[in-house]
Nanobody, 124 residues
């Protein structure tokens, strides 16, 4: 599976952005899809994930502001980000896994495939 993320940019605090991640390969609908982010000097951080049955999980820091969704017909996963804050500034990575278990859904080591990342910068 190859993943291509897009949609990052420079916005002001309070603005919205939608990230997209297009996937190539077979059996997209069976994969768990996720978004992680990494700020400079920080470790990679879980943001959100969506399972094959559309069950979603969010990090506490984005709950109520971000929404993850998937379109299996387009092999694409989205991350709608509202009410952005300066602390949301990071490179955002999309990821996929065919074998992840629920208890490991927020662990970046559990994912098999990664996109190249897209930079989101939120100014205050």
């Amino acid at each position: 599976v190859q993943l291509q993320a897009s949609g990052g940019g420079l916005v002001q605090a309070g603005d919205s952005l939608r990230l997209s991640c297009a996937a190539s390969g077979h059996s997209f609908r069976r994969y768990t899809l996720g978004w992680f982010r990494q700020a400079p000097g920080m470790e990679r951080e879980f943001v959100a994930a969506i399972r094959y049955n559309n069950h979603v999980v969010y990090a506490d820091s984005v709950k109520g502001r971000f929404t993850i969704s998937r379109d299996n017909a387009k092999n694409t996963v989205y991350l709608q980000m509202n009410r952005l804050k300066p602390e949301d500034t990071a490179v955002y990575y999309c990821t996929a896994s065919s074998t992840i278990i629920s208890s490991e859904i927020s662990n970046h080591r559990s994912y098999n495939y990664w996109g190249q990342g897209t930079l989101v910068t939120v100014s205050s």
